[in-house]
């Protein structure tokens, strides 16, 4: 085109020598394309555009003078231009359009603006071609004067930057979309922290250089309320966790400590502090910036620290949900819950050299008794921290529960001297100066690659081991002590099988006058059948019924099936005999065991004085009050009452008159000892006792005749055993009877 097309342009040139006192500091230009094959038109438009300062920005122009050069060029540094000044008619008709087609199809580039020109001024692009490749507009060369070129160019631009603007907004809201989706994925508040930092950059297009800080006593099990720092990346990263003054920088320190006292933004140039908070779990967040924030990068911030403040309130309470589950809140030394994750690490799990042990603070219940809780929780924790001193970080501390705590370490640093090294002391609670004794299990895990809660278990295995030991306070676990519990454990499950299933039988050995030999009573013994034809010996399956408290249902039973009997043997004429059965202390302790018994006589429609209950000495010397209140009420029910095994205890003489006693049992034990031409001190003892005291003596395991006889010149009235009758069934024992009255009636 030539230049009389321009003589009435409203053309203003800058002198040639420039004037940078009078420029602005402009850093940042917007970049026009020209697309022309006529030199001139580069020219006349960059002298007219050349001044134009749009948003505080310069243009800066680049030239392609085909449309091949213009393709090339886009496809290099598309993403940086804001305008392109296109010719239409170049090498070919339609250059200007393919390259607009190749921008917005090829490149997928919606966002430079793009003025069609052409010196045709009979030709122009369809209306289809201008909707469909977005052009902003179209002018032939010839009405383009510098001030409709300049208005062109302005709206254009402005078109371009709010595109640019919707466009950043939309790709910031989708970042703060997946960076909160992220975020909230993290559980760990480090982590969470850390990501708020990387996240922040990332949106704003920074290095990842900055800390989150918080007071933070809580999650880091700190006892002050200082400012922490909980996340950081780039050269912050050494500071995780350390109090915020560690950081180098004064300013930094006060801004943070001024945001979270202000509870708001501090936003200032190279460094912007932001603030936090969500259901009072608030943070201040430093970054380094290197640029300066524009309105929406401040607007996607808002809206990004809006979505991940509730992630940093869930992230602290998810914090406090682990504590609560794998943490002691009073100690602050892992749980058992932890306890036994941190023996299922490989690290622990099957290492050679390691040992278990459980640490059981002996009487601890007397001291919450006696001086308080709040004593009881000092102590606690005096314990605890005496176990952290006392044992390097390589030994892991826990407690378990109550007054159970727990090591993890090298069999050379978890013994029992070194444990009872760190009790050797007294600790302090409060006012109080407390000497602690403990009982010691360990296991040593040598190469059983047990899971941790069986671990655990061998370990308590050998805790209540070293619990009834008289000598030592410890014991290490040896496999026969799992495999006798767990044969008592499988004993208990198939007893309390066979007890619902009415296995168990009462059989009955009876009682005689030692002088007539009459039958006046029997006792009621519990037989457990064995399903091979014998059975399991009551001094193995009694002691396990009392611990387990099946002991109580199985008693009253007994007491059901032994009035029942009392019926049987009155309605086959046998109305003068009574029947003694075992009462043991579990059994005192259920608060209805008066009542039950009562209404099992009445059911029956027994006489009361046909049933005698029969007690040890260890069984009043367990709780003696309760023991003589129950008996009290039976007798006062016309309930017999016998003292069985009498003299192998250590009877107190002011309870055995208390108790409202009929008959004493002398042990089978001081029978046995009686033979020809010796003196059985202690039966003849018990016997005068007995007589002393107007109580009828029956003694026990009389199995020979010179036991008998020695027995009577004693002074006894009674006797039970092999002499004179084996336990036996109820039918068989009918027989018995019947045969011995046939007896008395041939005499």
């Known amino acids: 085109m030539s230049s009389a097309g321009y003589e009435n342009d409203e053309l203003i040139f800058l002198d040639e020598e420039a004037h940078p006192e009078l420029e602005p500091q402009i850093h940042k230009v917007w970049n026009v394309l020209i697309v022309d094959d006529d030199e001139e038109i580069h020219t006349v438009t960059r002298l007219a555009l050349a001044d134009l300062i749009v948003s505080d920005r310069k243009l800066n122009f680049m030239h392609a003078y085909s449309g091949e050069q213009a393709k090339a060029l886009l496809e290099e540094h598309g993403r940086d231009v804001a305008i392109i000044l296109l010719d239409v008619v170049m090498e070919t008709d339609d250059a200007g359009l393919q390259v607009v087609q190749y921008l917005r199809e090829n490149l997928d580039l919606p966002e430079p603006r793009i003025i069609l020109r052409t010196g045709q001024p009979g030709y122009a692009p369809e209306e289809h071609v201008i909707r469909t490749y977005d052009i902003n507009d179209y002018k032939t060369k010839t009405e383009l004067t510098r001030s409709k070129l300049l208005t062109t160019v302005l709206s254009s631009v402005r078109s371009y930057q709010q595109i640019l603007t919707i466009n950043q907004s939309r790709l910031g809201l989708q970042k703060i979309i997946a960076s909160a989706s992220n975020l909230l994925e993290e559980h760990s508040v480090k982590g969470f922290c850390e990501g708020i930092v990387t996240q922040i950059s990332s949106l704003l297009g920074l290095e990842a250089e900055g800390v989150v800080c918080a007071r933070a006593g809580s999650v880091l099990d700190r006892d002050d309320n200082g400012v922490y720092i909980l996340g950081a990346a780039g050269n912050f990263a050494s500071f995780i966790n350390e109090p915020v003054e560690t950081i180098e920088d004064p300013a930094i320190v006060e801004n943070i400590n ?46 990004f620290l809006s979505s991940i403040s509730v992630g940093y309130e869930n992230v602290n309470l998810f914090h406090e949900l682990r504590n609560a589950a794998f943490r002691d809140w009073l100690t602050r030394l892992p749980n058992r819950n932890e306890f036994i994750n941190m023996l299922d690490r490989p690290s622990v799990s099957g290492a050679a050299d390691l040992c ?11 001291i919450n008794d006696g001086l308080g809780q709040e004593a009881g929780n000092m102590l606690l924790k005096a314990i605890g921290e005496r176990l952290e001193a006392g044992f390097d970080e390589r030994v892991i501390k826990s407690r378990i529960g109550g007054d159970v705590f727990g090591l993890i ?3 050379l640093q978890v013994t029992p001297q070194a444990i009872n090294a760190v009790f050797s002391e007294s600790f302090t609670a409060g006012d109080h100066t407390l000497p602690v004794n403990v009982t010691i299990g360990l296991y040593r895990i040598g190469s059983d690659k047990s899971i941790g809660i069986d671990t655990l278990k061998r370990t308590n295995i050998a805790l209540n081991r070293a619990k009834k030991k008289l000598a030592d306070n410890f014991e290490y676990y040896q496999p026969e002590f799992e495999q006798r519990t767990t044969r008592q454990l499988n004993m208990i499950r198939q007893l309390r099988t066979d007890f619902q299933d009415r296995v168990l039988q009462l059989w009955f050995q009876p009682q005689v006058d030692l002088v007539s030999e009459k039958v006046i009573g029997v006792e009621g013994l519990l037989r457990w059948p064995d399903g091979k034809g014998g059975y399991i010996s009551p001094a193995e399956f009694v002691p396990m019924a009392e611990y387990s408290g099946l002991i109580v249902d199985i008693g009253h039973w007994v007491v059901e099936e032994s009035c029942r009997r009392i019926k049987e043997l009155t309605d086959s004429g046998f109305d003068d005999i009574r029947v003694a059965v075992n009462v043991s202390i579990p059994q005192f302790r259920d608060r209805l065991f008066v009542d039950k018994v009562k209404s099992a006589l009445t059911r029956y429609g027994c006489s009361p004085k046909r049933l005698e209950l029969e007690i040890t000495e260890s069984v009043v010397m367990d709780e003696p009050q309760i023991v003589i209140d129950a008996l009290t009420l039976l007798k006062e029910f016309g309930v017999a009452i016998a003292i069985d095994d009498f003299g192998t205890g250590f009877s107190s003489m002011s309870y055995l008159q208390k108790l409202p006693l009929d008959r004493l049992k002398v ?10 031409g010796e003196n059985a001190v202690i039966a003849e003892t018990i016997v005068t006792l007995g007589n002393k005291l107007g109580l009828v003596t029956i003694a026990e395991g009389v199995e020979k005749r010179e036991q008998a006889s020695f027995m009577i010149k ?29 007896e008395s009636d041939d005499e």
């Open 667 to 676: 042990d089978r034990s001081f029978v046995k000892d009686i033979k020809p």
């Open 258 to 303: 001024r945001s979270l006292r202000l509870k708001k933004h501090i936003l200032e140039n190279h460094s912007s502090i932001l603030y936090l908070n969500s259901s009072g779990f608030e943070a201040a967040v430093y970054m380094n910036m290197n640029k300066e924030l524009t309105q929406v990068d401040r607007q996607l911030l808002e809206v």
């Open 409 to 411: 370490g090298s069999e």
């Open 356 to 366: 278990v042990a459980l640490v059981d603070v002996n009487h601890f219940s007397d």
């Open 714 to 742: 004693l002074g006894c009235d009674e006797a039970q055993g092999f002499l004179f009758a084996k336990p036996m069934p109820f039918d068989d024992l009918k027989a018995f009877l019947i045969a011995k009255n046939n």
